[in-house]
């Protein structure tokens, strides 16, 4: 029996999905649950295990082809007996893949005010979502943002789909007017790399960190403060506790969850910092989703624990738990990525004492934390000043200037800092 692979349906949002990598090609025999290919979009790369144990007998889909959720990629022979590997193995290249359409635009139907180059189109333009697809499709056959808006899109929420451009553009109804086109400005800088220097492109992570950091950068007003938390009664407990934690639950007990947790507290009271700006609109979430910035081999993802008000320490450190494993195995699901209405980046845990994060958008705060160290402090006791040995560590935090000031960062940070240093240890495992 042959069975189809299609592209999976990754997340609500998600349409589309590119082709990273096959790890079977043709002819080769694959178990049920053994990882096929690699595929990424606009949120995450995930390795799609086969959906049966057989032989591969067709792929219909290259790397870095862009192919609609739901479309065959792939066919598997389940009765790997009837399977002629000889023949497979002498077909031509052309013939184990099924031709694709493509759409033919011709260069006399277009009509063409201006022989200027067309503006360069990123997924990051501010307007409608556009996807990678998408965004590749309009630069490759010149079609300026102001003429992309233009298009009727049948997707989520009026979102502009690949077979709406390609309608587009099989109309043959194009007409660009020069007016509406801006062209980007010429770059002055001219760079020399020594002639030996290695090149390589972005991977479809990295290209997404970079579109998303730099977008940023030009939205948010930002601004950092810092503040030092004596954690030394939290490092305590945790040794006290990790070892009969990690018996019952299998995973180690970090501080992680109980930054988590005092945050959670703060946004509650402070909730122009769970918001997000929308033109002249602040939206202020009711739930408070935390983003928690997580490093994987390549480059890094930002996954949200929803709700961590509602949760108390035991919950939030168990999802905690799996959304790391999950993304590090690459088995996060895309709608684990969107969400979050405040982050958390913990970089201490590779050794660095402070560090000024960029806000995850749409967030208007992010916050930042550095490295456990022991230093010596002064600190009073029986009105008495004396130095002691305690195990602090730096907070950053992050904001948009645009809502939050200064007088409110450093009070949530004042906040933070008060909950950590008196934290309420009853019956919280």
Avoid at 110 to 117: A, L
Avoid at 277 to 285: A, E, F, K, R, T
Avoid at 315 to 337: E, F, M, S, T, Y
Wanted: proline share 4%; with cysteine.
């Amino acid at each position: 029996m042959i069975i189809d692979v299609v592209m999976p349906k990754m997340g609500e949002s998600i349409t589309e999905g590119t082709i990273l990598e096959w790890y079977k090609k043709i002819g080769d025999e694959i178990e049920q649950d053994e990882t096929l290919l690699e595929i990424g979009t606009d949120k995450v790369d995930s390795e799609i295990p086969s959906p049966s144990s057989g032989v591969i007998t067709m792929i219909m889909a290259e790397p870095n082809d862009v192919v609609d959720v739901g479309e065959v990629i792939a066919r598997i022979e389940t009765d790997s007996k009837s399977v002629n590997l000889e023949k497979i193995s002498k077909l031509p290249a052309d013939e184990k893949l099924i031709e694709k359409p493509e759409v033919v635009v011709k260069e006399k139907d277009i009509q063409i005010k201006s022989k200027k180059k067309s503006l360069s189109i990123s997924s990051s333009t501010k307007g409608p979502i556009l996807s990678p697809a998408v965004t590749k499709l309009a630069n490759q056959e010149g079609i300026s943002f102001s003429e992309l808006v233009l298009i009727n899109g049948t997707g989520k929420s009026g979102r502009i789909t690949k077979k709406d451009l390609e309608g587009y553009l099989s109309s043959g109804n194009r007409s660009i007017d020069e007016s509406s086109i801006q062209l980007p400005k010429e770059s002055s800088l001219s760079f020399e790399f020594a002639s030996n220097s290695k090149t390589d492109k972005l991977d479809n992570m990295r290209k997404r960190i970079s579109e998303h950091m730099r977008y940023s950068l030009n939205t948010s007003a930002h601004v950092h403060i810092m503040n030092e938390v004596d954690m030394t009664d939290i490092v305590d407990f945790v040794k006290r506790e990790d070892a009969s934690f990690r018996s019952k639950e299998g995973f180690n007990l970090t501080i992680t969850p109980f930054i988590i947790s005092s945050l959670a507290k703060v946004l509650n009271e402070m909730p122009e910092l769970n918001s997000s700006i929308d033109g002249d609109l602040v939206i202020q979430h009711p739930q408070i989703n935390m983003g928690i910035a997580v490093s994987v081999d390549g480059g890094l993802m930002v996954p949200s624990i929803n709700n961590c008000d509602e949760k108390n320490l035991l919950g939030i450190c168990r999802d905690l738990n799996d959304i790391v494993q999950k993304c590090r195995i690459k088995a996060i699901n895309p709608d684990d990525l969107q969400g979050s209405t405040f982050t958390l980046s913990n970089f201490g845990v590779f050794g660095a004492t402070i560090g000024t994060p960029i806000i995850n958008q749409p967030n208007v705060g992010i916050l930042g934390t550095g490295v456990i160290k022991k230093q010596p402090v002064v600190i009073e006791k029986n009105d008495l000043d004396i130095i002691a040995i305690r195990q602090m560590m730096m907070l950053s935090l992050g904001f948009d200037h645009r809502l939050i000031d200064g007088s409110g960062g450093a009070l949530f940070l004042s906040k933070i800092k008060n909950i950590l240093e008196n934290f309420n240890f009853e019956n919280i495992l």
